[in-house]
């Protein structure tokens, strides 16, 4: 089996770096020279580490088929896999990789709020994306005391949030989604009513 542990992003420099997105929790054990990544699409790849650097909160990859930004540009987009044989021994303890929670049902006690859309792994903590029932984007802390039970097996995440959680995100997806403040809104619907 594969696991997804990147995806590249834009390329950095004039020299065929990349930036890309860490989906692991060991990047420092992932992502070191000479290491050789099967990749989506198969056209793209194999891509072999040349180096690798952090640039803030940024890792850039240097591949040892990828010379210049033109030939970067064409691997943007592209998903980086290991096989995970290797990791099957100590994988109990990791946590959750994102192809293992992408489609769980998102439950809130017994009732189920939305589903698992993909995982934002972050330095400081890793966020949940949830798409709720009426297709808004929601997320949330990737911790215990948020997320106390992942069922892979029974197809569900158990979500305690704290209260707010998911109004101030409606609020929020509202607000975005209309030009207007909220005091406008409210004054043409008055004015709607009135009329």
Known sequence: MQLQVARIGKPHGIRGEVTVQVLTDAPGDRFVPGTQFVVEPASAGPLTILSARWNKDILLLAFEEIETRNEAETVRGAKLFIETEELDDDDDDEGWYEHELVGLDVRVGDKVVGKVSGLNTLPVQDLLVVTSQ??????????????????????FVLVTPPPGLFEVNAEEGAESDDDAGPGDASKSEDAGETA
């Open 134 to 155: 009426d297709g808004r984007e929601i997320l949330i802390p990737f911790v215990e005391q948020i997320v106390p039970e992942v069922n892979v097996g029974e197809g």
